[in-house]
């Protein structure tokens, strides 16, 4: 069933996200990007993409407030039309630090970023797609991280959680639209060198635990892009509710 390739990946101006859109581009899709603040990011991004002949917008817009997720999907319909994949991969972490010393604007901040954004994104896929709701069906893939069976102790906890609650939103959902016409996967990322973990207050600690990884190196964001794409496409057209995760055996 050829669907249109049309695609929204939340935080896309930098790292996995950025990487995923230049391949969905590569395949034929038009690509929304989306991003909150790093505009030249977003727009060197872009311009790779429309300088090699594919279609894209940016939409600057906090994935993580209702509001101004309906102005990206609202664009989306404007521009490109029938969305057919979501790419929810929008996550922060912040510093490395015990529990205890996670204050509760941190805590609450994680959470409406990493689990809001994906519950709100997932939501205007979702009435958009339904073959129940007049939609073409669809797909949708979640990025969450191995740091939701891990937990990660002493580093951030509430990071983790906030991806264990991604895994459950994703065997949930699945259910219950595995009979519209969506289906809904994720990756589970290790460690992968992107400038996520700056803001986790180490920018090398892809080296430092490197050595950690049965195949004893760091993964490139390229290579979690190659899952995402796999589980958007038609090639995995009778998976749903699962996990796939790029973390060299982690
Ligand atoms: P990154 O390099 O830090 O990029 C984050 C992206 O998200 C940027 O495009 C940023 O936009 C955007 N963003 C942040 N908050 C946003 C919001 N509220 N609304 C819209 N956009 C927002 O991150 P990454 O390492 O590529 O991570 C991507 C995903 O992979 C995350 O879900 C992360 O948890 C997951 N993951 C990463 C690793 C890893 O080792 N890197 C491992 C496991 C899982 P600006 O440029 O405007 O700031």
Redo the contacts with the bound molecule.
């Keep these: 069933m050829p669907l249109n390739k049309i695609a929204i990946i939340?935080?896309?101006?930098?790292?996995?996200?950025?990487e995923t859109a230049k391949l969905f581009s590569e395949h034929g899709y038009a690509v929304c990007l989306?991003?909150?603040?790093?505009d030249s990011?977003?727009d060197k991004v872009k311009s790779e993409i429309l300088e090699k002949g594919g279609k894209c917008i940016a939409v600057?817009?906090?994935?993580?407030v209702a509001a101004e997720v309906e102005t990206l999907f609202r664009a989306v319909d404007d521009e490109f039309g029938p969305l057919s994949v979501l790419v929810n991969?929008?996550?922060?972490?912040r510093k490395q630090s015990r529990l205890e010393a996670i204050s509760e604007d941190r805590f609450i901040d994680v959470l409406l970023?990493?689990v809001m954004?994906c519950f709100l994104c997932s939501k205007e896929a979702v009435k958009r797609m339904s073959k129940k709701q007049g939609g073409m069906g669809g797909a949708i893939v979640n990025?969450?991280?191995?740091?939701s069976t891990t937990g990660s102790p002493n580093e951030y906890v509430d990071?983790a959680a906030s991806?264990g609650a991604i895994d459950t939103l994703t065997k949930g959902l699945a259910l219950e639209v595995a009979d519209e016409g969506i289906r809904v996967n994720a990756v589970?990322?290790?460690?992968?060198?992107?400038?996520?973990?700056a803001?986790g207050g180490e920018p090398d600690r892809?080296d430092r635990l490197k050595n950690r990884v049965p195949m004893q190196r760091g993964?490139n964001?390229i290579e979690?892009a190659e899952a995402i794409l796999w589980l958007a496409s038609d090639k995995s057209s009778y998976v749903t509710g699962t996990f796939v995760d790029p973390a060299g055996g982690l």
Aim: aromatic share 6%; proline share 2%.
């Design positions: 939340t935080g896309s101006s930098r790292g996995i996200g950025a989306n991003y909150i603040s790093n990011a977003a600057k817009a906090n994935v993580a991969n929008v996550g922060i972490l970023t990493n954004s990025v969450s991280s191995r740091a990071y991806k589970r990322p290790g460690l992968i060198y992107t400038d996520m973990h803001s892809v993964g964001a979690v």
